[in-house]
């Protein structure tokens, strides 16, 4: 998985603030860089994993995020509608579908950023997003 996605992700998710907290006004709250979802407490207790720990350890959150990403990925593919879901969910309606597209359009444009700002140049879209997988291999 790219680092410079988790990074994205955690900009847009936290600005990189280690202890932040977030509330869902559906699922509870969001906790740390990668705003895990409280929804997921309950299946990361049985790996060890506390709420406290996702504010406290860095590594830990994005581990925990990327986990999820994974997940997503797993689901849909590498594309940026699995990006999406990390924020959006999977369920499959219009407003979900465009919360998903907005996410995702967000990400890559802070990705793209993070990119440029190492050299690194990609494609330039308005429509859509281009496939994960060639942005990942630049």
């Known amino acids: 998985m ?25 699922t509870g709250y969001g906790s740390g860089l990668m705003q895990v979802d409280s929804q997921h407490f309950n ?9 406290e720990h ?10 925990t995020g990327a986990y999820y990403l ?4 797993k689901k849909w593919g590498v594309t940026w509608e699995a ?15 465009q919360r998903r597209l907005a ?6 444009r802070i990705y793209t950023g993070i990119k440029s700002s190492k050299g690194i140049r990609l494609p330039a879209t308005k429509k859509s ?5 060639s942005v990942q291999n630049n």
């Open 83 to 97: 990006v999406g879901a990390y924020n959006a969910g999977f369920r499959k309606t219009e407003r979900q579908n």
């Open 43 to 51: 299946e990361l207790a049985r790996y060890g994993i506390k709420p």
């Open 54 to 63: 996702l504010t406290t350890d860095p590594c830990m959150n994005i581990y």
């Open 103 to 108: 996410y995702a359009s967000d990400v890559y």
């Open 2 to 26: 790219d680092p410079d996605l988790l990074r994205a992700i955690s900009w847009k998710e936290s600005r990189y603030r280690v202890n932040a907290i977030g509330i869902n006004p559906v």
């Open 70 to 73: 994974a997940i997503a990925f």
């Open 129 to 133: 997003l281009p496939e994960i997988n």
